[in-house]
């Protein structure tokens, strides 16, 4: 008999709804899971582009009373899900609805469990910590993106610490999760590229996890060719439909991959810089990435090998390790196609903030304590983990 070591869980959404005009869903989906006033929890982003008032606009057509909470910020904080919690109680709110990329998600997810279980967020830092299930829930993704929409995972800075706190939990899941491509045409092709990115970094961390499995595999590899196949197009031409719905697949299949398989060093490490400097978690995930490759493909050489074919290289009469290295370098030529800034340094001057190699030790010694680096393929000292932020600067 197995012992339970050695069983694998798989979670995600009972309900998804992926395609061109999934949203017209909304209403009847909430209403479905028992809802009769949710909270709609977005951000400032989302409703300067419209998004939020069409949203409105087909709850209030099919009589659905709602309140709305709209101050997620980029890399929520535990005050955003203080805030969010109030607006729930006050408004006698029963359901949640979010709205957005990984934000909005995030910090439902966060209001969801405190109003459930009391406490504070800071309460469920870690696995499972929840001890009842969060109100009906159902998710609207905008980007493709964080998988949030679909995901165990919540990500919340404790803004005391500047540390992004990592929840993962099986009742914050999305009890249903809608991915619309019309949602997501609107995106600027630097978000376009900093969300396609995060995918690619959630398939290929999972593809090399230590607790990767066949399923998550397929997930991982799916994800890969349809990332190589389309992100540049997406990025290129915002309007191009086809490539806007297979990202939506694409990310969404990133998402089962690391909902399950979990990730490693680049997302243990891209939380701190979120964490300490407030930067954007797509374009840390993609300027680190190929950096923790290379430190990573001595453990993993024939799945790096792997990534390389997935992403369309040739490897014919390759030796292994050329193979694992040409994975590398396409991954360092894609985030380069689609504009990602080439080190840290400056893609801190893009956003205004200063990033600096005095700050990598204590960043160094958050990452060691991150969820994430759990399934790494292979464990680096803090010496080790400095090395990859200082060759990332
Ligand atoms: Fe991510």
């Known amino acids: 008999m197995a012992s339970i070591e050695q069983v694998s869980g798989f979670f995600m959404p009972r309900v998804t709804l992926i395609g061109i005009g999934a949203h017209k869903e909304i209403p009847a989906r909430i ?5 009769k006033k949710p909270l709609l929890v977005t951000d400032k982003g989302i409703t300067a582009c419209g998004i939020t008032a069409q949203i409105e606009a087909q709850l209030k057509a099919a009589k659905l009373n709602y309140a709305i909470y709209d101050e997620t910020v980029p890399n929520p904080t535990d005050v955003n899900v203080a805030k969010g919690v109030q607006v729930y109680k006050d408004n006698k709110c029963d359901s949640l609805i979010t709205l957005g990329g990984g934000s909005s998600h995030d910090c439902g997810k ?5 109003v459930s279980n009391g406490g504070a967020i800071h309460d469920y830092e870690g696995l499972d910590k929840s001890k009842k299930s969060l109100p009906p829930y159902l998710a609207v993704n905008t980007t493709a993106g964080t998988a949030s929409e679909m995901t165990r995972f919540c990500i919340i800075t404790d803004t005391s610490r500047k540390v992004k706190m990592a929840i993962v939990d099986w009742r914050v899941t999305p009890n249903t999760a809608i991915d619309d491509p019309l949602l997501m045409v609107g995106m600027p092709p630097s978000l376009t590229a900093a969300t396609g990115m995060d995918a690619l970094t959630h398939a290929v961390e999972a593809f090399v996890s230590t607790a990767a499995t066949h399923m998550t595999d397929a997930c991982a590899e799916k994800a890969i060719v349809l990332i190589a196949k389309y992100l540049r197009k997406a990025v290129g031409d915002g309007s191009n439909m086809e490539a806007r719905e297979q990202m939506a697949h694409a990310q969404f299949l990133a998402g089962m991959a690391f909902n399950n398989a979990s990730l490693g060093y680049v997302h243990a490490m891209a939380h701190q810089l979120g964490g300490f400097y407030d930067l954007p978690h797509g374009e840390c995930n993609a300027i680190l990435l190929p950096h923790v490759c290379q430190f990573n493909f001595i453990a993993r050489m024939g799945r790096y090998g792997t990534i390389a074919r997935l992403l369309d290289e040739n490897t014919a ?15 360092r030529t894609l985030s380069a196609d689609v504009g990602i800034p080439s080190g840290l340094v400056e893609l801190g001057k893009r956003y205004g903030k200063n990033v600096q190699a005095k700050d990598i030790d ?8 991150d969820a994430c680096m759990l399934t790494n393929p292979r464990k680096a000292n803090d010496a080790q983990i400095a090395a990859i932020y200082q060759s990332a600067l």
Do not use: D, S
Not at 110 to 114: A, D, E, F, T, Y
């Open 31 to 35: 209403k479905a899971l028992g809802a």
């Open 317 to 331: 009469g390759l030796t292994p390790r050329e193979a694992a290295l040409k994975g590398i370098e396409a991954i």
């Open 362 to 369: 204590i960043m160094t010694k958050n990452a060691q304590r």
């Open 110 to 114: 966060g209001i969801g469990l405190v």
